[in-house]
T-cell receptor
Framework: EAQVTQNPRYLITVTGKKLTVTCSQNMNHEYMSWYRQDPGLGLRQIYYSMNVEVTDKGDVPEGYKVSRKEKRNFPLILESPSPNQTSLYFC??????????????FGQGTRLTVV | QKEVEQNSGPLSVPEGAIASLNCTYSDRGSQSFFWYRQYSGKSPELIMFIYSNGDKEDGRFTAQLNKASQYVSLLIRDSQPSDSATYLCAVGFTGGGNKLTFGTGTQLKVEL
C-alpha cells in the first residue's frame, strides 16, 4: 500500500529536550516536505526537499532542522523545542514538486505538545 | 506574501443539496490549484486538481477555475453527511521551491 508514515503519532515533551519525528514514504517520491497546522493559520511549510541531500527552507523554518540522506526518509528535528512549536505536523511527499504534479500525499500527522 | 483566502465557515447545507466552496488567491502567476478534504484529526486528502480555466468534473465533485478573477471553487453535488469535513484550497507556485500554499480551510456541515 502506497503511504507516507510518520512516527510518533502523539508526543508530549518538555522544553529544550531534543526530539525527532520520522517520516518515510514507499512511493519512490523525489519531493518531500514538512508542514505544521495551527488553528486559524492553516498548513504552513517548514522545510522541503527536492531530492536526496537537497533541502531548503519553507515559510516557517525557525527552530527546525531536516535531513535527506535517503530518498524514502525525511526526518524533522527539533533541537530545543519550545511551547510555540506545539502543533500538528504533517509530512508530505509527491512524485515531483507538488505545484507541478497532482498535489502531495500526506502522512497521518504527529500531534506535538511542548510543555 | 502569496495568499490564499477561504471563508472559514461553517457552511451548512442539507443532505442532497449542492455545496459551493470558494477560494481566492493573490498571485496571478499561480499555475496549479488543488482541493483537499480533511476530516477532523486526520490528514488532508487530495480530491481534485485543476490547471486550466473552466470546469473539471469528477463524480460528484466539480472544480471551477477563473484565472482572470483569481478564483477557484469546488462544487459538491448531492451532498452527503460523509462530506462533512474541512476543505482546503491549495495553490501551486512553480517558482521559489515549486510549493503549495494552503488556505485555512472551509468547514462544511451536511445536515440530515
Amino acid at each position: 500500500e502506497a503511504q507516507v508514515t510518520q512516527n510518533p503519532r502523539y508526543l508530549i515533551t518538555v522544553t529544550g529536550k531534543k526530539l525527532t519525528v520520522t517520516c518515510s514514504q514507499n512511493m519512490n517520491h523525489e519531493y518531500m516536505s514538512w508542514y505544521r497546522q495551527d488553528p486559524g493559520l492553516g498548513l504552513r511549510q517548514i522545510y522541503y526537499s527536492m531530492n536526496v541531500e537537497v533541502t531548503d527552507k519553507g515559510d516557517v523554518p525557525e527552530g527546525y532542522k531536516v535531513s535527506r540522506k535517503e530518498k524514502r526518509n525525511f526526518p524533522l528535528i527539533l533541537e530545543s523545542p519550545s511551547p510555540n512549536q506545539t502543533s500538528l505536523y504533517f509530512c508530505a511527499s509527491s512524485l515531483g514538486a507538488p505545484a507541478s504534479v497532482a498535489g502531495a500525499f500526506f502522512g497521518q500527522g504527529t500531534r506535538l505538545t511542548v510543555v | 506574501q502569496k495568499e490564499v483566502e477561504q471563508n472559514s465557515g461553517p457552511l451548512s447545507v442539507p443532505e442532497g443539496a449542492i455545496a459551493s466552496l470558494n477560494c481566492t488567491y493573490s498571485d496571478r502567476g499561480s499555475q496549479s490549484f488543488f482541493w483537499y478534504r480533511q476530516y477532523s484529526g486526520k490528514s488532508p486528502e487530495l480530491i481534485m486538481f485543476i490547471y486550466s480555466n473552466g470546469d473539471k468534473e469528477d463524480g460528484r465533485f466539480t472544480a471551477q477555475l477563473n484565472k482572470a478573477s483569481q478564483y477557484v471553487s469546488l462544487l459538491i453535488r448531492d451532498s452527503q453527511p460523509s462530506d462533512s469535513a474541512t476543505y482546503l484550497c491549495a495553490v501551486g507556485f512553480t517558482g521559489g521551491g515549486n510549493k503549495l500554499t494552503f488556505g485555512t480551510g472551509t468547514q462544511l456541515k451536511v445536515e440530515l
